[in-house]
């Protein structure tokens, strides 16, 4: 079975992962203090992924979990919701607030969980409340190698680029080895 986030670094199937039980029922609820041990290993998911992507095992640092605590603790932080299968937490999601507007963030599935429609679920909950405090837009900010969630997030509606693309230029040797190239604009770049 073809899976995202494979364990060759950087290496994704962009085929989106099969859940044995695509009936799952999910169940996307508010953030409780009780969800906190299973949104830190969530979080610790969405790290080694990203560790994956740039085959860094240094992101996030020895700790990665406590990068939940500094996003608990962001006081542009307006929500955030956790999908539930069976009582167990298998998703984390939020919402900042940045005036006019808002942004998903997090947004994270479990591993074995992916691609049974748990991030559109989640997704959709952020997108409701977005749409309740009347806001302009909503944006959502993965890496750009991150294709695996870039096709997942076009698929749920994210279709337009944002005010600015993060060019940069290489001042010493790379230290994250490139994947590939896109167009934009007739241009070819690297990511
Ligand atoms: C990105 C993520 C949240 C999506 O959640 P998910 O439960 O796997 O996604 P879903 O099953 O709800 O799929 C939603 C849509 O995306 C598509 N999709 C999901 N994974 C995909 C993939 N690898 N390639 C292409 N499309 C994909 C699905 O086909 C579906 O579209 P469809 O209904 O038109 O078929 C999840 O894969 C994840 O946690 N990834 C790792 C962490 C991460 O990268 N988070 C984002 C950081 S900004």
Redesign the pocket.
């Known amino acids: 079975m073809d899976r ?2 494979s364990r060759r670094s950087g290496q ?1 199937t ?4 099969q ?1 044995d039980d695509p009936s799952t029922d999910v169940d996307v609820r508010d953030y409780r203090d009780g969800d906190y041990q299973a949104c830190r290993h969530l979080w610790v ?2 790290t080694e ?1 990203h560790r994956r992507l740039f085959d860094d095992p240094t992101i996030g640092g020895e700790d990665p979990g406590a990068g939940l605590d500094r996003y608990l603790a962001d006081p542009e932080r307006a929500a955030s919701w956790v999908a539930e299968v069976a009582g167990e937490v298998v ?1 984390l999601t939020g919402l900042l607030h940045h005036g006019s507007s808002g942004e998903v963030e ?4 479990a ?1 074995a ?10 997704i959709a909950r952020v997108v409701d409340e977005a749409v309740s405090r009347g806001y302009e837009y909503l944006a ?4 750009a190698r ?1 294709a ?2 870039i ?3 076009h ?2 509606g994210f279709r337009t680029l944002g005010g600015h693309v993060d060019l940069t230029m290489d001042l010493k040797p790379r230290r994250h080895r490139p994947l590939g190239s896109v167009g934009l604009h007739g241009v070819e770049l690297q990511y």
């Open positions: 995202v986030g994704e962009l085929v989106p992962p859940h998911e969405l992924h998703g997090p947004v994270v599935v591993e969980r992916r691609g049974g429609g748990i991030g559109r679920a989640l959502i900010r993965p890496v991150n695996s969630a096709r997942a997030f698929s749920t």
